[in-house]
C-alpha cells in the first residue's frame, strides 16, 4: 500500500481513538474462548463478561463456585497464557 494510505486493520491496531473498541473485541475474546480454554468446564461454568480485567464467570452450583474459587489463580494465568497478555486479573463468580 502507499504510504499515505493505511488498511482498516492498521487503523484499528494503531490507532488511540480504537482503544476502547479494542479492549471490548480482546474482552469478548475471552468470553467466546473460555470453553475452549477450558473444555472441562463447558457443563458447569459459563464465562459472562470481562470488566476492568475481572473475568464473571456463573457457576452451576455452590459446591463448584468454592472449587474454582480455590483455583483461581491458575485459572487466571491460563487465560492469560492463552492470549499471550495479560487480560484478566481477578475472577468474580456469579450464580
Do not use: C, Q
Request: no cysteine; glycine share 2%.
Amino acid at each position: 500500500m502507499s504510504e499515505g494510505f493505511k488498511s482498516l486493520g492498521e487503523l484499528f491496531k494503531s490507532n488511540p481513538a480504537f482503544s476502547r473498541l479494542r479492549e471490548i473485541v480482546k474482552s469478548n475474546d475471552i468470553v467466546e474462548d473460555f470453553d475452549k480454554v477450558f473444555p472441562d468446564l463447558t457443563k458447569v461454568v459459563t464465562a459472562v463478561k470481562v470488566e476492568k480485567k475481572i473475568l464473571k464467570l456463573k457457576v452451576e452450583n455452590p459446591a463448584w463456585r468454592s472449587e474454582l474459587k480455590f483455583r483461581e489463580t491458575e485459572i487466571v494465568e491460563k487465560i492469560n497464557k492463552y492470549f499471550k497478555e495479560e487480560r484478566v486479573n481477578h475472577i468474580r463468580f456469579i450464580s
